[in-house]
């Protein structure tokens, strides 16, 4: 019986792999619009970004338009998948109580899955497009755990996930909610996590109890 789990997407299931200057012109194209809109930035990553606008509550909807123009062109030109040997395949089509919790939307979500870079649908996925605010917020991982519902309630859920904000995220859950309890699964160094990353294919054997 497969135990269930909450995964981010891009680092950790696949890579977006998005060129330097899609970066450079994404960034450009978000500061531009936050001083059209007068909202002050102190970072100037995507992400980053994209939230100051969505605190402000100004620019929301054209920073999500851009945003997903471009990870859905990644999601079809430069994008791989990380996983091998189908394993997140079969870990969904065994019915597992697992979760998608992504800053991307879902637009690049859909993408993905019809460039056969995901091989099906999570029975939840929290996306861009379903939360206020993005990890590190706490709110995409408490919207996940109450859509998993019932089969939460029992062990402590992994977050398998690839990012500072990842980390961030669960442990701004655990100060916040903290029931039922998650915790940080890395599967890249660098997070800052004290437990040593682990690939993701262990990790997908380990949750399939295949390992
Ligand atoms: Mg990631």
Redesign the pocket.
């Given at each position: 019986m497969s135990r269930p789990a909450l995964f981010?997407?891009?680092?950790?299931l696949v890579d977006l792999a998005a060129p330097r200057d899609d970066l450079e012109a994404l960034r450009a194209g978000l500061r531009a619009l936050a001083e059209r809109e007068g909202v002050p930035l102190d970072h100037f990553g995507i992400f980053p970004m994209y939230r100051a606008l969505s605190v402000a509550g100004r620019g929301v909807a054209e920073a999500r338009e851009l945003i997903d123009s471009y990870e859905v062109r990644w999601a079809r030109a430069t994008a791989r998948a990380l996983t091998s040997d189908d394993a997140l395949g079969r870990l969904l089509a065994s019915g597992a109580p697992v979760a998608l919790v992504t800053s991307n939307g879902r637009a690049c979500v859909r993408a993905l899955r019809e460039a056969g870079l995901l091989p099906g649908a999570f029975p939840v996925e929290i996306t861009r497009d379903e939360c206020g605010l993005l990890k590190p917020d706490p709110e995409p991982v408490r919207r996940a755990v109450t859509a998993l519902g019932d089969v939460a309630d029992g062990d402590e859920l992994p977050f398998v996930?690839?990012?500072k904000a990842?980390r961030e995220a669960v442990a701004a859950y655990a100060r916040v909610w903290g029931r039922p309890p998650v915790r940080f699964v890395p599967v890249r160094e660098g997070t800052g996590a004290v437990e040593p990353a682990r690939s993701i294919d262990a990790v997908l054997a380990d949750l399939a109890g295949t390992s």
């Open positions: 981010d997407l891009d680092g950790t996930g690839d990012s990842d």
